[in-house]
């Protein structure tokens, strides 16, 4: 049977990180002589007090875990942020619609990075920093970052780290997960603080490289103006992005063998990481031929508008330097194919993942072979590492699982109204938490807040599913998991 007393005072544990969170926003807004007060301090304290309600609740934390716990426990620390986190955004008055306010929050938590906000210039600070402090924790997981961080967060750690990442195993680096976490959580801090500085010495002022920092290594997407990242015209910032977004997208236990073991032959050799750049370099390659001769771009701009678009949109991180869907419509196939496979597993990008793409294709070449030679064996191997038929089903199950959510979000969208093409990148952006529509209606740089609320709370929850590798958020759905046996 669940175990409530452990849900609830693991749930306070986590609550307080988001009042930590909301905490900061308002030294933010003491920094910039603004009145966050309401804003913020409402819901730092109902964080607080929740916090210390469930932990009061939930007795001590010696208790046994079970995997439907930690999957409870997971689903409803997501729903439960992005409710609170969706208060300042209404508390403030810059929204009125509860709908947008929580896609709001659902897309900074999610790292999707799509807004449902006007006039993103005119912002309070605090605001934007909330924005771009969501991204950056929800980049690494929220209960992900919690083991990292808080001391008190041990009680079924292992549970609630697979609840969290479903579907692929990410590497350890150490048997214990907190330690995992904590190694993990370094790298992602050194890589946050070196994309800030570069961006800072890019040219950005040090509040737009603070948020642009946090949004980049998280893919997250979501900036501090409303034209995103054509507002600095500089190839510069553009290049220093490309490198973060690229960085961000790999295997975090890779870039650690790397960066902190000078292990670069071995990080080169992992299987996922040269399809990913292989994937990167053929698509922006692509991309760029077109602009030059179907557009009859200059070969310069064509190589920058490409890669920089490219490496944006797979990474999931979503930023735009101008309207993509004035290109040739030929490259609107690319962007939706990049949308829909992503960066690396063990990453904070969205999307599929590479390795599920790699695993797929060296299944279909399995199955050819075995219809010419139907007594071999041929075992399917990724980077050296043998791959179980369980984690093939688990794999042919999740992209069923995907296609089934994008068919229904698309069905229940045109049926509101939207024309199908804007159903169907609604439903791939925020299923990848890749961030810009590539609609009519909403295309890398409007606003959805033109929807109306149902397809807004549609996309909350399909951000959420695809930040959960599905499994999560819909376990809950099934009978099975609320019985006692």
């Known amino acids: 049977m669940l175990n409530y007393k452990v849900i609830l005072f693991v749930l306070g544990q ?3 990180l988001e009042a930590i969170m909301l905490a900061a926003c308002c030294g933010v807004g003491f920094i910039y002589h603004e009145s966050t007060l309401v804003d913020f301090g409402i819901p730092t304290f109902i964080c607080v007090s929740l916090g210390l309600l469930f932990h009061f609740l939930g007795g001590s934390k010696n208790q046994g875990m079970g995997r439907r716990d930690a999957f409870l426990i997971v689903s409803t620390t997501w729903l439960l942020f992005s409710i609170i986190g969706m208060l300042p955004f209404l508390l403030s008055g810059i929204v009125t619609r509860p709908s947008v306010a929580f896609f709001e929050t659902m897309s900074g938590f999610t790292t999707t990075g799509a807004t449902a906000l006007n006039g993103i210039d005119a912002l309070p600070h605090s605001i934007l920093f909330w924005r771009s402090l969501t991204h950056w924790v929800g980049g690494v997981g929220i209960v992900f970052f919690t083991i ?11 549970k609630m780290f697979t609840a969290e990442s479903t579907g692929l195993k990410i590497g350890k680096l150490h048997p214990r997960v907190r330690s995992t976490a904590r190694w993990i959580g370094g790298l992602y801090v050194f890589l946050t603080l070196a994309c800030i500085v570069s961006l800072y010495l890019g040219g950005m002022d040090t509040f737009d490289a603070i948020n ?6 998280a893919t997250g997407g979501f900036s501090t103006h409303q034209d ?10 553009e290049n220093i992005l490309m490198v973060f977004m690229v960085l961000a997208s790999l295997n975090f236990t890779v870039l650690y063998l790397g960066f902190f073991k000078k292990h670069w032959k071995d990080m080169w050799k992992d299987d996922e990481l040269r399809v990913f750049l292989g994937i990167v370099l053929t698509i922006a390659l692509i991309g760029m031929l077109v602009l030059y001769f179907r557009d009859h771009r200059t070969l310069a701009d064509a190589a920058r508008l490409s890669f920089f678009h490219t490496i944006s949109i797979q990474s999931t991180t979503g930023f735009t330097t101008e309207n993509f869907m004035n290109w040739d419509p030929s490259t609107w196939v690319f962007v939706a194919f990049i949308t829909i496979v992503g960066g690396c597993a063990g990453s904070t990008s969205g999307g599929i993942k590479c390795i599920r793409i790699l695993t797929i294709y060296k299944v279909i070449v399995r199955e050819f072979k075995r219809m010419l030679h139907p007594r071999a064996v041929f075992p399917i191997r990724i980077s050296g590492t043998l791959i179980s038929n369980g984690v093939v089903r688990n794999i042919f199950v999740f992209i069923t699982l995907y296609i089934i959510l994008t068919a229904l979000g698309t069905t229940a969208m045109m049926a509101m109204g939207l024309t199908m093409l804007d159903s169907v990148s609604c439903c791939i952006t925020c299923l990848s938490n890749v961030g810009p529509g590539y609609g009519y209606v909403v295309g890398p740089l409007d606003s959805w807040d033109v929807f109306p609320d149902a397809v807004l709370w549609i996309d909350s929850f399909l951000m959420l599913a695809g930040r959960l590798e599905i499994y999560s958020i819909l376990l809950p759905f099934m009978p099975g998991f609320w019985r006692d046996n």
């Open 14 to 16: 986590l609550l307080f």
């Open 148 to 158: 990292a961080i808080l001391p008190n967060a041990d009680a079924g750690e292992q």
């Open 212 to 217: 642009h920092g946090l949004s980049t290594m």
């Open 228 to 237: 995103s990242i054509a507002f600095f015209h500089s190839a510069r910032i």
